[in-house]
């Protein structure tokens, strides 16, 4: 909070950016698509933590040509090719599909190539790191905490069955598409941090997993191939697990690929509430070796089990 | 230095590093994502304030023990317009932290808020539909007709 | 006293400290279902005890005597009970998720633990202290 008090806008009008704006508008007003370009202000939120830890944030502004087409990140970029060279941003795919560049634009934590400026309907787009991630430089944030509370959910099959030496006996498992839909949702998490950013709890807990984590664990949980349940529930079963999620929805409100976080986390609660059915059955491994002894082992195993 | 290594000392590192954590500003921002956003804010606020008022109810009936006139000068503090109020206002939290809190009951027992399925353009997430928000305009409703009965009550001492 | 009996008493009182702040017994499921059960509970119990102030005209209900007579009645006052404990439970439980959530160093997370149920079974005990005098209460 104490940073945003000491705010100092500096404005990027140097003789060189005013020309090339001059020149692009120029160009534009002699072809046919005149009518779309106009131009927009671009407040980009600047920081250099790693370099300089007492760095004190400021926003920098930048004037931008868009089009009806044009996207946030369409739009750094352009400033950062014409105007600033040292605006730090991270992205890639330019498609969601990457989730490398989650900001918070207008105050909201989104994916920069899938917010189009047209639709955000304000002449002043604000830029900013994405909440609850240590600054490294400008839009860069560190992801560490976020992955490392991924990776404490297990978010890999566990099956100690599936553990096959011998690559000659290669099996898959048998799903029902029924069984695959039960975590498919959740399987198109592409960890751009967003849900993270928006929840409530991770703003103050650090030891919260986070929107993301907890819906893998329920991606895993509720997977016909993952056998490993008890031990799933009881990480997540702690004082700064699940149960520090208060259904404040605002992290599959701000899903940009449809995982609805908020869903995987009450389904998973509702597991461990004794409320859903949790007798999940495990799929079948199948064999893919010639002869069938593989399976009649496993068989055999199933029925000692079941004994 | 391997890449496991290094990736668990930026983790240590990193573990309790709180720059850029929304704090309280996060918590006390219910505008901008949505009516479950609202709900939370109001939930957790609401809760506070009838666990002070609690805590001084509880404190307010012992003056029972000491006879009438401690019980009486105890009562005189709410007989007051803004002592109306504030019993207004206990009656508007309980009922809505009330019909809220049960909706979240269901909510967090994953009920009401449909099932996976294949997401689909534009994404709209299946948990925050209409049908459990409704639990949260209905406690809003139910506030302001349990608000507007104890101010009759209140005002009119009958 | 031997050193070894002196030892593996503080290693005792120790082990108390820590079973009492963290509230080891309890997973926190179990207390998340004990904080859905006692607010549901308490939602029936505070209904029946405001439906009390309406029987009568609301001034009137609450003059001593009145207040007295209810507490005289032995079965009003077990209700009286369970709403302090009901509320004790879920409210004080509410205050350790929300500070528990506001920090997370270890000293924070005992002190908020011990903190809630010292508070707990401080407002329980002095409630009933109310409800036990008043219910012998003589009107003369």
């Known amino acids: 909070m104490k940073i945003f008090k000491k705010d100092k806008t500096k404005k990027i009008t140097n003789e060189r950016s005013l020309e090339i704006e001059r020149e692009r508008s120029n160009k534009s007003t002699s072809s046919s698509s005149s009518s779309n370009q106009k131009s927009k202000k671009l407040r980009i939120f600047r920081i250099n933590a790693v370099q300089n830890p007492n760095d004190v944030p400021h926003f920098d502004e930048f004037q931008v040509p868009v089009k009806r087409w044009t996207t946030v990140l369409d739009a750094l970029l352009d400033a950062k090719s014409y105007q600033d060279s040292s605006i730090g941003i991270r992205y890639s795919c330019r498609m969601a599909s990457c989730g490398s560049c989650g900001m918070k634009i207008n105050g909201i934590p989104r994916l920069a190539c899938y917010t189009k400026i047209s639709d955000l309907d304000t002449n002043t787009i604000t830029c900013e790191p994405l909440p609850n991630f240590p600054y490294i430089r400008d839009l860069v944030t560190d992801f560490s905490q976020f992955f490392a509370h991924h990776r404490s959910v297990m978010p890999f099959i566990q099956n100690k069955k599936a553990d096959i030496p011998d690559v000659n006996e290669l099996s898959e498992y048998e799903q029902s598409p029924q069984d695959l839909d039960k975590f498919l949702q959740f399987s198109y998490c592409i960890k751009c941090g967003l849900c993270y950013s928006a929840c409530p709890t991770v703003a103050t807990d650090l030891k919260f997993p986070g929107p993301q984590a907890l819906s893998q664990a329920y991606r895993y949980y509720a997977d016909s191939r993952d056998s490993d349940k008890s031990n799933r529930l009881k990480v997540i079963d702690t004082s700064h697990g699940i149960w520090r999620c208060h259904f404040a929805g605002s992290c599959s409100n701000v899903c940009p690929k449809g995982v609805d976080p908020a869903l995987g986390i009450q389904l998973l609660r509702s597991h461990l509430l004794g409320i859903s059915n949790s007798e999940k059955k495990i799929a079948k491994l199948q064999d893919r070796s010639n002869n069938n002894s593989y399976r009649e082992e496993l068989e055999e195993e199933e029925e000692e089990e079941e004994k | ?158 | 006293m031997t050193s070894d009996s002196i030892k593996n008493n503080r290693n005792k009182n120790k082990n108390m400290t820590k079973w009492f702040s963290d509230i080891s017994f309890l997973r926190e499921s179990q207390i998340m279902k004990i904080h859905y059960i006692t607010g549901v509970g308490a939602l029936f119990v505070v209904a029946i005890h405001i439906m009390m102030r309406l029987i009568m005209p609301f001034n009137m209900s609450l003059e001593f005597e009145n207040v007295i007579l209810n507490y005289k009645n032995i079965f009003y006052a077990l209700l009286l009970e369970s709403i302090l404990v009901l509320i004790a439970i879920h409210g004080f439980n509410g205050l350790r998720v929300i500070l528990l959530e506001l920090r997370q160093t270890q000293i924070w997370e005992r002190g908020v633990n011990i903190l809630v149920i010292v508070a707990m079974i401080g407002i329980i005990a002095y409630g009933t202290r109310t409800i036990i005098i008043a219910n012998g209460f003589s009107l003369g």
């Not at chain 2, 954590?21 to 994502?33: D, H, I, K, Q, S």
């Not at chain 2, 956003?37 to 957790?44: A, H, K, P």
């Not at chain 2, 309980?94 to 534009?122: A, C, E, M, W």
């Open chain 2, 1 to 158: 230095m391997t890449s496991a290594t290094s990736a668990k000392r930026i983790d240590d590192n990193n573990k309790n590093d709180r720059t850029n954590r929304e704090g309280l500003r996060g918590w006390l921002n219910p505008l901008t994502y949505g009516w479950e956003r609202v709900s939370y804010w109001f939930q957790r606020l609401t809760g506070i304030f009838l666990l002070v008022y609690f805590i001084g109810h509880v404190y307010e009936t012992s003056s029972l023990v000491s006879g009438p006139d401690a019980w009486a000068a105890m009562l005189e503090l709410t007989q007051t317009v803004g002592g109306h109020l504030f019993l207004i206002l206990v009656i508007g939290a309980s009922t809505l932290h009330t019909v809220n809190g049960i909706r979240l009951i269901f909510t967090q027992s994953g009920q009401g808020l449909g099932k996976p399925g294949r997401p689909d353009y534009p994404y709209d997430p299946t948990s925050v539909n209409n049908k459990q928000r409704s639990g949260l305009w209905i406690a809003f409703i139910l506030a302001a007709v349990a608000m507007l009965y104890g101010a009759n009550v209140l005002f009119s001492g009958e």
